[in-house]
T-cell receptor, first 114, second 115 residues
Framework: NAGVTQTPKFRILKIGQSMTLQCTQD?????MYWYRQDPGMGLKLIYY???????DKGEVPNGYNVSRSTTEDFPLRLELAAPSQTSVYFC?????????????FGPGTRLTVL | AQTVTQSQPEMSVQEAETVTLSCTYD???????LFWYKQPPSRQMILVIR??????QNATENRFSVNFQKAAKSFSLKISDSQLGDAAMYFC????????????FGQGTRLTINP
């Protein structure tokens, strides 16, 4: 099992550019999440999905879009990059259901918008 | 909405000594989970320990233990016999039992281990 994988690891964007952060998990987890971590801060939820075809907004969704066409993939789209979106982005997954199961995190994508 | 607060931005401890990191949270629910995550310089989020709110017994994992005070909504992490590898950011997190299992994180505490 590769677990949760994210690409790219690093990216520099210019203001107004667009990009997609990729996230894939091979654990057949129903629940997937996108968090962002600003410097010196904790993680904040951007979007989440409880299954293929189902997505919902988290705490900080503005400027982002997501889709979930398969169980494995949960890409995060930035349409018009802004300096405020400079952050580290984490994807996570969870099987759901079992009370004790933990969320598994990917290694993160460091994004800089200049 | 639930909130998690870590009031210690930075802590330091001598190697082999004990350190306690503080966390408070706010919720109106009676059943939930609490977690401590470690984030080393590699940025990987590593689960250190978890506590289920309905369990009165404090969780322990080797050198890591928690002091869970449900009435006070307090959830501190104690690291015994601190090691250089314990140096990292530590995040306290809350999760509801019902719903989409979203995590709510505190701001983090940076722990430095002095040799």
């Amino acid at each position: 099992n590769a677990g949760v994988t994210q690409t790219p690891k690093f990216r520099i964007l210019k203001i107004g550019q667009s990009m997609t952060l990729q996230c894939t998990q091979d654990m057949n987890h129903n629940y997937m999440y996108w968090y962002r971590q600003d410097p010196g801060m904790g993680l904040k939820l951007i979007y989440y999905s409880v299954g293929a075809g189902i997505t919902d907004k988290g705490e900080v969704p503005n400027g982002y879009n997501v889709s979930r066409s398969t169980t494995e993939d949960f890409p995060l789209r930035l349409e018009l990059a802004a300096p405020s979106q400079t952050s580290v982005y984490f994807c996570a997954s969870h099987t759901g259901g079992d009370r004790t199961n933990e969320q598994f995190f990917g290694p993160g994508t460091r994004l800089t918008v200049l | 909405a639930q909130t998690v607060t870590q009031s210690q931005p930075e802590m330091s401890v001598q190697e082999a000594e004990t350190v306690t990191l503080s966390c408070t949270y706010d919720t109106s629910e009676s059943d939930y989970y609490l977690f401590w995550y470690k984030q080393p310089p590699s940025r990987q989020m590593i689960l250190v320990i978890r506590q289920e709110a309905y369990k009165q017994q404090n969780a322990t994992e080797n050198r890591f233990s928690v002091n869970f005070q449900k009435a006070a909504k307090s959830f501190s992490l104690k690291i015994s016999d601190s090691q250089l590898g314990d140096a990292a950011m530590y995040f306290c997190a809350y999760r509801r039992v019902q719903g989409a299992q979203k995590l709510v994180f505190g701001q983090g505490t940076r722990l430095t281990i002095n040799p």
